[in-house]
């Protein structure tokens, strides 16, 4: 008579000790991520312009100045009036970098604009109005840093480059560090861990960034995140942790009521919505303090985003 196996309490602990390690070296080396992740992205990715083939390289350049720290929906009606207007950057860069101030709306941050104009004039000076292919020549253009050189490169050219933004660093910071958020600014572990994590493949990797990226935005969330729905649950160090609490440093906030920022933006839309120059008056009228209303103003020419006249007057930059 064959006995029958019993369970155990601590045989089940074995178990899952065991199956736990097994998931956090596959995650540590990405080779029990890549596959889920990807599939789950093929099937899942939402169809956003900047993705589409006929966007090209210049089409994933705006919609990458425009998605820091905006979210998509925002970006979306803006993104789509720009590339209409300007759907090459000798066509952006033959306007005034005014126009592109005033075409960015109320996006928030509108230096972007003017890093765009920028880099557009000098994508037409030095590479024949293509956007360069080459990560080194990417990175030298003007607003151009390391995240956008790189998201650039692989999501417009299929090459193989880590890309951090805080969805990705969330998704690692999770799956892999086993921590709820990554650390406020990027570091050095976390440069090395995503080129650790990317897929040897060209082509992999530049769906595996774009997957890591959109899992971060749909799923891995910051408040929210669904573990039911995630691909790589199972093999999530935070998950199997207990997801333990965020013990660093407090989470940034953002504030926009009463702060400069706001001051700003409501100067710029007076001035974005004028045909000819303004005067100081219109301008007053905008804001009621007139320290930090002035303090505003001076933040706008200094940034190269208004430009003063004589008598005055104000109006968008010419050059």
Request: with cysteine; hydrophobic share 45%.
């Amino acid at each position: 008579m064959t006995s029958t196996p019993v369970t155990t309490s601590a045989t089940t602990a074995a178990a899952e000790t065991a199956s736990a390690a097994v998931s956090a070296a596959e995650a540590a080396d990405g080779t029990g991520l890549h596959g889920p992740v990807t599939d789950w992205f093929d099937e899942h990715a939402r169809d956003l312009p900047w993705r589409r083939p006929e966007a090209g390289a210049w089409g994933v350049m705006v919609s990458e100045f425009m998605l820091q720290q905006t979210p998509v929906s925002r970006v979306l009606p803006v993104y789509e009036q720009w590339v209409a207007r300007w759907p090459r950057p000798a066509d952006l860069a033959a306007e005034a970098p005014g126009e592109a101030v005033r075409a960015w709306g109320r996006l928030g941050y509108p230096r972007r604009a003017l890093r765009l104009h920028a880099a557009a004039s000098a994508i037409q000076e030095r590479h024949g109005g293509d956007v360069p292919r080459e990560h080194g020549q990417l990175l030298a253009l003007p607003g151009v840093g390391e995240y956008t050189a790189a998201a650039v490169a692989s999501f417009a050219y299929g090459q193989r480059h880590a890309v951090l933004d805080t969805n990705v660093r969330r998704v690692f910071a999770r799956a892999v560090a086993g921590r709820q958020y990554p650390p406020n600014a990027t570091t050095a572990a976390e440069r090395k861990l995503a080129r650790a994590l990317l897929p040897e493949d060209e082509a992999l990797a530049a769906r595996w960034a774009a997957a890591t990226m959109e899992l971060g935005a749909l799923v891995c969330t910051a408040r929210g995140p669904e573990c039911g729905r995630c691909p790589i649950a199972a093999q999530c160090a935070w998950r199997l942790a207990g997801s333990p609490a965020h013990e660093g440093p407090a989470r940034r906030t953002q504030t926009y009521a009463g702060t400069d920022r706001q001051v700003r933006g409501k100067l710029l839309a007076v001035l974005r919505a004028a045909v000819s120059p303004v005067p100081q008056v219109a301008l007053d009228a905008v804001w009621h303090e007139p320290v930090q209303r002035a303090r505003a103003l001076d933040g706008l020419v200094a940034d190269g985003l208004v430009e003063p006249l004589a008598g005055g007057r104000y109006r968008l930059p010419l050059t």
